[in-house]
């Protein structure tokens, strides 16, 4: 039976992430030794000065750096307003570096994630490569990089240098020890002598130099060596050699060599086996937290393979169980779909809310039309639509790896916890995002969590374990402290050992139980050499695993943690019955269970294992496969493979599904997500193109101009880029009122248009109909879209067939015919709530509503127009507003028209609707006999007259203040609005303003 410990070690387990390097990317940053960057064959330092401190310490760390950590390493004997001003400007001046085009700042924290030699080091280190740490190190961090007065930037970066040496000199030692033992005493000596250069008076790294220089027949050199050192070691210190080098160097002169040397350990073999502990053991009291939770939420937290999902399934194991997937967290309610996907009958028994989940999986409630509500109020009923999903299930709800879950998910687990709703989930604690941290101080703050801290087994509980695998009443001592040592507690890690032990040989069962060669001869078991790491376990154990199998690992690891043999099959390139026998070995290997992995560290041991070339290969044939997953799934694949602008298309794709669904916020956010992984560049103006987009439509013009500027800003020679963003400028300046300016930058791309792709041409030719609508070229805009319509009824339906119907209606109406324009917009706002396109549905039922009220029948406008408005605050509400206001002012409802009007009166960027809309407030208190509030009401609109140039906006002013207004108010009038084109009037209006004029100016206007 095995009994024994070897050696204290911890157990480290690093998965790496693909990485993309952006365009302008240096190549590397040289740290060790120099301070250097190379980027496309050349190679220039880092400058001396604040700057340089910044990118060098932003390199080393590798990752997102909070701005206020950085903000007190350089200033810290200033306060917090002053060196956060410091900071930006810092960062603003670094920016302007050649070399920081990939730097990167969020609101709280900043990254330049480049390559660096100090990361190569220490990913050899990690991997116990020690060798090639070794080849690595060029000398001491940042040598020759002086910058003095930079906070405590000088301590800091004396105590990494300390700590990078010290790491080198471990690793020297090491190499040196296992080239001696392998017999290649020249290498050691040479490695050692390396060392010995920069530590002239260590004294246990003089040692094995000695023997090296011994062994490889060099006895003078040895001899000298020592004498120089016990020199310099009285001169500096007054100390003379150690008894036992001065002992060795006794041996060495007499004998020419020490008295023995290393002897080459043996290189163990890989694992392929598998162990399933048939119970959980050393968790009693958090079984117990688990099983009588004293508040609705109850969270298991701890570091990864410490045993959270297994503690889960044996506690609450009948639950409904959701997963977040790393990668997912820009997809709204990504766990919550999946489980809903899987579990189709949970949403079978909602009623009215069934409607506003059809809106989040369409494909399971395909005869539900979305609900017409508020995004506002849409996102709360969605909420409690899903609450009530998940509170139908029988049992409760378990919601793991909530470290990956996204922004959404968690809103929805505090709005469960608010409701009292049972729920349990884990996430690992060392990985808590700022979304998670959130929730757990709302749910803490309310009362409503308690995590149980599941820490790693002590030794106890390694015994137990133990005991449970091999069927004795106690595990064996000595082996139970050995494992523990290795593994620290970690249950994974622990049986994945094992594991390499017996596919190893060196561990086998007997009729007797477990045993190994050294039971009877070993004091504990430091015999047994298995790797320091579980990554190279696993790595060790995939190595006898058929090549078919090692290939359909590498794609089910770079799909994700659940997978299906279908879409492994087509990857691969495997028959049906090739990819079976695969799954099958890497079942009983014990790498997968039930189309997934059984735990996700294998996943990303087997990922990081993978070559970057073949890894990115691998992310785009994922991509291709996943052709019916979200977009935004297979975004994540197209950056992996190196394919960004593929990946900005899908992200965009993303983006517009969920427009689509009325869901602005949440487009918001994933175009938000993807912007942090882009540097300056087309891809990254896309991006921004996209973003301005969803945040005109969500009525946020000053954030859309904002990254239009940016977009504007970025060069580049692609014409469809151009015209995204031409058409993006043109629509904001349209909302805004601002014609011309719109009408201008139409003009200017027109050209590019015309060699674009349909999609583009489309939006460009409706856009163009719109701004001549609105400046009274109505024949223009109808010879635009009518040939266009007649292309797209050919067609299936689609929401560009809405968009011209109802346009060409408006044009109908224009021209006084409204009873052909009625049936145009009836048939566009069926067709827009058929598919769901909620925007459109406002912007139709603008048309619509004009059209009812030209013909008289305002209480079915009216209608038409009140349920519009609750379908959500996109920037196009305000006019269907105002038109629903115009309704209740032409059927003599004045109370009702005020109401409306007052709303537009507020702060907008819009304001040829607050001019309308203060106009029209005007008369309609006017008719209710309440003069008192017109003058200040006309002079409002007048002054609003300097923001715009809009016809039917001039043209409602002039009409009020020309009836209403006082010889001042009219002689203001007139400065703002010298002449009058009567064309440029509306002809609804026409008539009436043109009257007033006569009466009032005494001329006609020409």
């Known amino acids: 039976m095995p009994r024994g410990p070897r050696r204290a070690a911890k157990d480290e387990h690093t998965a790496e992430r693909a990485e993309y390097t952006p365009r302008g990317m240096p190549d590397t940053v040289t740290l060790l030794g120099a301070c250097d960057v190379s980027a496309h064959g050349t190679t220039q330092p ?130 040196a020890n296992a080239a001696n033992e392998a017999g290649a005493f020249d290498r050691a000596s040479h490695l050692l002598g390396r060392l010995l250069e920069l530590e002239p008076l260590a004294e246990d790294v003089l040692q094995p130099y000695l023997r090296a220089l011994a062994f490889s027949g060099r006895r003078d050199a040895a001899l000298t060596a020592f004498e120089r050192f016990a020199e310099r070691l009285d001169e500096e210190l007054g100390l003379e ?199 757990l101080a709302a ?14 087994l002590d030794q106890a509980g390694v015994r137990s374990l133990l005991a449970d695998l091999t069927g004795s009443a106690t595990g064996p001592e000595l082996f139970s402290r050995w494992l523990w040592n290795r593994s620290g507690g970690n249950a994974m890690f622990a049986l994945e050992t094992l594991r390499a032990l017996f596919e190893a040989g060196v561990l086998r069962t007997t009729s007797e139980g477990w045993e190994t060669d050294v039971d009877d001869l070993t004091r504990d078991y430091g015999e047994i050499d298995v790797p320091p790491a579980v990554a190279e376990v696993i790595r060790r154990r995939r190595g006898h695993l058929d090549p078919a199998t090692v290939r359909l690992l590498e794609i089910a690891a770079v799909l994700g943690s659940a997978f299906d043999a279908r879409r492994l099959t087509g990857i691969a390139g495997l028959s049906p019955a090739a990819t079976a026998d695969a799954l099958g070995e890497a079942e009983r290997a014990g790498f997968v269970a039930a189309g997934a992995f059984r735990h996700d560290l294998l996943r990303q041991a087997l ?78 103006a896309w991006l921004l193109v996209a973003l301005a987009n969803a945040q005109r439509e969500r009525a946020l013009p000053r954030d859309a101009q904002a990254n239009l500027d940016e977009a504007l800003a970025t060069q580049h020679d692609d014409p469809d880029l151009h015209l995204a963003v031409a058409i993006a400028q043109a629509s904001l300046l349209m909302v805004q009122g601002r014609l011309h300016e719109a009408d201008e930058v139409l003009s200017a791309s027109r050209a590019l248009a015309r060699r674009a792709d349909e999609d583009a041409r489309l939006d460009h030719v409706m856009l163009q109909a719109r701004v001549a609508k609105q400046l009274v070229r109505i024949d223009d805009a109808i010879a635009l879209l009518e040939p266009e319509l007649a292309a797209l009824r050919r067609g299936p339906p689609t929401v560009r067939v809405c968009q011209f119907v109802t346009s060409l209606g408006a044009l109908r109406d224009d021209q006084g015919d409204n009873e052909a324009a009625l049936p145009l917009h009836r048939e566009a706002y069926a067709l827009a709530d ?15 509503v004009f059209c009812l009220a030209d013909l008289g029948r305002f209480e079915e406008a009216e209608a038409v127009g009140v349920e519009a408005l609750a379908l959500g605050p996109y920037d196009n509400v305000a006019i269907l507003r105002n038109n629903v206001a115009s309704v209740a002012f032409s059927a003599g409802r004045f109370d009702a028209a005020l109401e409306q009007y007052e709303v537009l009166q507020g702060e907008h960027d819009q304001p040829f609707l607050r001019a309308v809309a203060l106009a029209r407030s005007a008369e309609a208190l006017a008719r209710l006999g309440r003069q008192d509030g017109v003058p200040a009401l006309l002079d409002g609109a007048i002054a609003t007259l300097d923001d715009t140039d809009y016809a039917i906006a001039v043209a409602r002013v002039a009409s009020a203040v020309l009836e209403l207004g006082d010889e001042a108010q009219v002689g203001r009038l007139r400065e703002r609005v010298p002449h009058l084109d009567p064309d440029a009037i509306p002809a609804h209006q026409r008539d009436d303003v043109l009257r007033r004029w006569r009466e009032r100016i005494g001329v006609t206007p020409t």
Request: with cysteine; hydrophobic share 45%; aromatic share 6%.
């Open 443 to 456: 749910l803490r703050g309310s009362g409503a969590l308690r995590v149980v801290e599941l820490a790693p």
């Open 607 to 684: 990922y990081g294992d993978i070559a970057p070339e073949r890894r990115r290969l691998l992310h785009a044939l994922a991509a291709d496969a996943l052709a019916d997953a979200e977009p935004g799934v297979r975004a994540e694949h197209w950056y992996l493979a190196g394919e960004a602008s593929r990946a900005r298309d899908a992200w965009c794709s993303q983006a517009t599904t969920l427009r689509m669904r009325g869901l602005q916020l949440d487009a918001c956010a994933v175009l938000e997500r993807a912007l942090e992984r882009y540097g300056p560049g087309p891809d990254r």
């Open 241 to 439: 050699p150690l008894a036992t080098t001065r002992e060795l160097v006794t041996q060495v002169r007499s004998t020419g060599t020490p008295s023995s040397a290393a002897v080459a350990a043996p290189t163990p073999t890989a694992p392929t086996g598998t162990l399933r502990p048939p119970r959980l053991v050393g968790r009693e009291a958090e079984a117990a937290a688990l099983t009588h939770p004293e508040t609705p939420v109850t969270l298991v937290a701890g570091e990864p393979g410490v045993g959270k999902s297994r503690l889960l399934h044996d506690v609450v194991g009948g639950a409904q169980w959701a997963r977040a997937v790393e990668g997912l967290d820009g997809i709204p309610y990504h766990p919550i779909v999946a489980l809903l996907r899987r579990v189709p009958t949970l949403v079978a028994e909602l009623g009215p809310y069934a409607e506003d989940v059809a809106r989040l999986v369409p494909e399971l409630l395909p005869d539900v039309v979305p609900a017409q509500t508020d995004p506002d109020t849409g996102k709360g009923r969605l909420v409690e639509a899903l609450a009530r999903a998940l509170e139908a299930a029988p049992d409760a709800l378990v919601i793991d790896d909530l470290q990956w879950a996204d922004p959404a998910t968690l809103e929805l687990v505090a709005y469960l916890a608010q409701r009292g709703t049972r729920l349990y989930g884990a996430y690992r604690s060392g990985e808590v995002g700022p979304a998670l941290q959130r929730l």
């Open 46 to 175: 880092l400058p001396k000065d604040r700057r340089g401190c910044l990118l060098a310490y932003l390199a080393l760390e590798g990752g997102w750096v909070d701005r206020d950590r950085i903000a007190l390493l350089f200033w810290p004997e200033s306060s917090e307003h002053d060196a956060k001003r410091n900071l930006r400007q810092l960062l603003a001046r670094t920016r302007r570096l050649p070399i920081a085009a990939a730097l990167e700042a969020s609101v709280d924290a900043l990254r330049w994630q480049v390559d660096s030699d100090v990361a190569h080091f220490k990913r050899a280190l990690g991997r116990g490569d020690h060798a090639a740490a070794t080849e690595l190190w060029n000398g001491p961090l940042l040598a020759g990089f002086n910058v003095y007065d930079v906070g405590a930037f000088d301590d800091w970066l004396e105590l990494e240098r300390e700590r990078l040496h010290a790491a080198f000199h471990d690793a020297v030692v090491r190499t």
């Open 834 to 848: 058929a598919l769901g396109a909620r925007y459109h549905q406002v912007d139709i039922a603008i048309n619509l």
